[in-house]
């Protein structure tokens, strides 16, 4: 059974959620050299800044902060941080989902993947459930920042969805 209202604070947190550089090794891989490093920070992406969308619901804002190590997303009261290093972390979680947000566990990583950003999260229910959450960062030739999601709710359905985002001064 998906939580609603949980639900809808999952989808807010990824997809804000749901960005910045990976650290400049790779488990089981050598170091990069520093041009052949230059050469991929070249093709990233920049996420920073703040970013807007028109949804059902009306506009949702993001603000997205990158440095070296970390990924930064803060939606409206609620700001979440990502190390870049693709291991998987126990996070907070953000306020609000009355008494099971209280006892659930957010698990989440993020990495680069040339120059796309990939982002998990991992919802788990005190009752054994769990809802996973994946987002694939990419910048589309307009400059847009585009988000496509795929979540799978406790019952194993999935459901994928995209949202393109504006960068605004």
């Given at each position: ?38 050469e991929v ?50 996070m907070p ?77």
């Open positions: 059974m998906i939580r609603p209202a949980l639900t809808s604070i999952v989808v807010l947190v990824l997809c804000g959620a749901s960005l910045a550089a990976q650290t400049k090794t790779t488990p089981g891989k050598p170091a990069a050299t520093k041009a052949g490093q230059a920070d070249q093709k990233r992406p920049d996420f920073s800044g703040r970013w807007v969308t028109q949804t059902k619901e009306g506009v949702k804002q993001q603000v997205v902060t990158i440095d070296d190590k970390s990924l930064t997303i803060q939606i409206g009261g609620r700001t979440t941080t990502y190390q870049l290093d693709g291991v998987e972390r126990r979680l953000p306020p609000g989902g009355g008494s099971i947000g209280a006892r659930m566990t957010m698990m989440g990583s993020a990495r680069w993947d040339g120059n796309r950003l990939l982002i998990a999260a991992k919802y788990l229910y005190p009752d054994g459930g769990q809802q996973q959450f994946k987002d694939v960062w990419s910048m589309d030739a307009q400059g847009r920042l585009v988000i496509d999601t795929t979540s799978i709710g406790p019952d194993g359905k999935s459901d994928t969805s995209r949202a393109i985002f504006t960068k605004k001064p």
